[in-house]
C-alpha cells in the first residue's frame, strides 16, 4: 500500500484502484476506508484513489492528536495532491469525509476540478437536520421487519438514555440483507480519540466556509439518500444551495451507503456528474 508524508511527518496510506482520470476519496467517520470497497464498480470509470484518514487504516497515529481535528486534516488531503504530483483534483467525500473536503475545497478552490458529496456531513457550513426529519425518516420505514427494535434503541440514544447502536444499522442502509449486516459488521471505526477529536472545538467555521463555496468556481455534486437519517435530503439540499453549480440527486431507496443500495443507479449518477 503506497504512503507519503504528511507535513508534521505523519506517514499516511491510500490504496489505489481502477484505471483512468484521478479521483480522491476521502472516507467518514472517521474509518478504516476499507468499508468504501470500491464505490459499487466505481473503478470501472476512474482511478480511485482512497486516502486513510491519520490514525485509521494504515496510516500512522499522530504525535500530537490535535492533528486529528477536521480543518487540520485538509492539510493531509492537499500533501496527498502534491504527493500525486497533480496540479488539480477531482475529489469526493463521503459522510463526515465531506466536512473535509469542503473545507479543502474553501481553501484551494483552484485546486478543485470537480467536488462530489456523498451523504454528505454537513457541520463544515453549519446546517444540521432536526429531530423531525430524522422521526419522519425513521416513520417511513415502519413496515421493515426489523422496525421495532431499531426503532425503539433509536428514541433511547435520542432520549440520552444510551443504546444499542448494532440495533439501529438497519437505518443506515437501504435494505437490510446479510451482505449489509456484513458490511456493518466489517466497518471498524477509527480509534476513539481520532472520533473525540475530529470535531473538537475550532474544527468549524461555516461562516467562512460558506462565503467561499459561494464563489467556487468547481461544479459540485450533493448525493443523498432517499431515507438516510444520517444526512437527509432536505438539509443536503440545503447544503447545495451554498455553491454557485450544484447538482442535487436523491437517490431512491437509498440510504447513507448508497453504492451498496443500487450500485448501477449510484454509479451512472457520480459518472454522469464527472463525465
Known sequence: MPTFCAPDGTRLAYRETGHGTPLVCVPGGPADSAYLGDLGGLSTHRRLIVLDLRGTGRSELPEDPA????????????ALRAHLALPGIDLLGHSAGANIVTQYAARHPARVGRLALVAPGSRAVGIAATGEERR??????????????????????????????????????????????????????ANDE??????????????????????????????????????????????????????????????????????????????????
Do not use: M
Not at 421495532?148 to 444499522?169: F, M, Q
Open 67 to 78: 492533528t486529528y481535528r477536521c480543518d487540520r486534516l485538509v492539510d493531509d488531503v492537499e
Open 136 to 189: 419522519a425518516l425513521a416513520h417511513s420505514r415502519k413496515d421493515e421487519p426489523w422496525f421495532p427494535a431499531a426503532y425503539a434503541a433509536l428514541e433511547a440514544i435520542t432520549r440520552g438514555e444510551g443504546g444499542d447502536w448494532d440495533a439501529v444499522a438497519p437505518f443506515f442502509y437501504g435494505r437490510w440483507d446479510d451482505a449489509t449486516a456484513r458490511h456493518h459488521a466489517d466497518s471498524r471505526p
Open 194 to 275: 481520532a472520533a473525540t477529536r475530529f470535531g473538537a472545538e475550532g474544527a468549524f467555521t461555516p461562516e467562512v466556509t460558506r462565503a467561499a463555496l459561494a464563489t467556487l468556481p468547481a461544479p459540485v455534486l450533493l448525493l443523498a439518500g432517499e431515507f438516510d437519517l444520517n444526512s437527509p435530503p432536505a438539509p443536503t439540499a440545503e447544503f447545495a444551495g451554498l455553491f454557485p453549480d450544484a447538482t442535487l440527486v436523491v437517490q431512491h431507496g437509498a440510504a447513507h451507503f448508497p453504492w451498496l443500495d443500487d450500485a448501477d443507479q449510484f454509479v451512472a449518477a457520480v459518472e454522469r456528474f464527472l463525465g
